[in-house]
């Protein structure tokens, strides 16, 4: 158990220990860390200062706790106070990377390399930049969900300026080769950037051990606040340049102007430090809820399986297919839970995954995946709500399920004909 009580947990718990509805969708967000909105308190208030004010005590006060915040963050990912630039969130801290560098060496090359599942924060971005005279590619991944390094190889060309591939995946929590890439694009010249969200906090990141230029982070994702996040660029061996995207006073070394959020600021150090002092216990005991989760529904459930390797892999992450289930009465029965579906909902329609779809899943599959995202306040008893839930809900559907009835009595699905209407 964490030593620090549930912000989601009212004591007045049900009798079996789990008060509904659990949240366990923490790669969407994490709820804040009570130490981190302590560590936030004052700066909100009494110490209130603008840390660019340089004439009086309340500017110098609030500087020096943006400049504590700058060093929790940087010890966290082995870097240096200096490399972090502050910004509203990974999203901008995405577009500032890719859309920053895409301009600062437009004289170098015009080619960018991504991958097929990253956040749509690097796939928009991408986007349009192709509109401006970009060439991007697009790595596929394997069914394992990982890039494949002779197709990184190949892909690399005289042109290429930038490798920008996520650490984490956020629906299947797969972890990239970054070792691999880091010291690929060292070899060749190539800035590698990486949205790290995911994995920040969660599982030991280097930059220099991994060879990383830029890194995107954010707070919300680690118990910390929302709409602030930073952007760690690499000062030297190679010194990296990025083109600011909003220009005003000049802060955060011209790369990014704006007046500080100075609370949301500390928030994020405090939630760094945090996670920098607890990785290896929360990691572990992350790792020991979800594998318990996966072994209740293995035992009572046949025809599920895992999305994305389990060698390389997110502690608090598990994603599952529940196959002959339909997925909207699936999350409709366990909606005492917070889990993310298979379908992403763009524009009020109901659009498969296109993770799932990237790893070679149908449609139908993608729809009946659930992904459980387990976080520093979820406990034991509710793995067991949770899990006895899920089992529940998809006996009871699978009863009334035409398809897994043939299933089994031993009928081959692929091999039936349709009837055409
Ligand atoms: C949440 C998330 C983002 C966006 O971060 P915000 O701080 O919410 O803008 C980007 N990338 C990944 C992988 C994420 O999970």
């Given amino acids: 158990m964490s030593a620090v009580e549930s912000p989601t947990t009212p004591r007045n718990g049900t009798s079996h220990g789990v008060h509904l509805p659990i949240y366990m969708d923490n790669h969407a967000t994490t709820p804040m860390d009570p130490r981190v909105l302590d560590a936030m308190m004052p700066y909100f208030t009494k110490i209130f200062g603008n840390a660019a004010s340089r004439n009086h005590s309340f500017g110098w006060e609030a500087e020096q706790a943006v400049e504590q915040a700058r060093e929790q963050i940087a010890k966290l990912i082995g870097a240096t106070a200096k490399e972090i630039i502050f910004t509203s969130g990974a999203t901008e801290s995405n577009n500032l990377a890719i859309k920053g560098i895409a301009e ?74 970054m070792e691999e890439i880091g010291k690929l694009c060292r070899e060749r010249g190539v800035l590698f950037h990486t949205d790290a969200v995911q994995a920040v906090g969660k599982v030991p990141v280097d930059v220099n051990a991994l060879n990383i230029d830029v890194l995107s982070l954010s707070g ?86 895992v999305n994305g390797t389990m060698e390389h892999h997110l502690p608090g992450n598990l994603n599952m297919s529940f196959v002959y289930v339909e997925g909207e009465s699936l999350l409709m029965g366990i909606n005492d839970i917070a889990v993310s579906s298979g379908s992403a909902c763009t524009s009020a329609t109901l659009e498969p995954s296109y993770v799932l779809k990237a790893l070679g899943l149908g449609d139908d599959v993608a729809h009946s995946s659930i992904r459980f995202g387990l976080g520093r306040f979820n406990t034991e008893a509710e793995v067991d709500y949770v899990a006895d839930k899920v089992i529940d809900v998809v006996q009871k559907l699978r009863e009334l399920s035409p398809l897994y009835e043939m299933v089994k009595e031993g009928i081959d699905l692929t091999k039936i004909q349709w009837e055409a209407h």
């Fill in 220 to 305: 919300h994702k680690i118990y910390g606040p929302k709409g602030v996040g930073a952007l760690y660029v690499r000062r030297r061996n190679p010194r990296v340049q990025i083109s600011a995207q909003i220009d005003g006073g000049g802060h955060e070394r011209g790369m990014r102007s704006g007046t500080l959020n100075v609370a949301g600021i500390v928030g994020l150090g405090k939630a760094c430090e945090l996670c920098r002092e607890e990785l290896p216990m929360e990691a572990e005991r992350l790792r020991k809820m979800r594998d318990r989760l996966k072994a209740r529904l293995e035992s009572k459930l046949d025809h599920i399986h």
């Fill in 104 to 177: 600062m060496y437009k004289e170098r090359g015009n080619h960018i390399i991504t991958q097929v599942t990253e956040h749509k924060a690097v796939l928009d971005t991408c986007k349009r930049l192709e509109k401006s005279g970009c060439r991007v590619t697009y790595l596929p991944v394997d069914a394992e969900g990982r890039i494949d390094m002779e197709d990184l190889k190949r892909a690399m060309e005289e042109k290429t300026i930038l490798v920008s591939i996520m650490f984490a995946n956020n629906e299947i929590g797969v972890i990239q080769p």
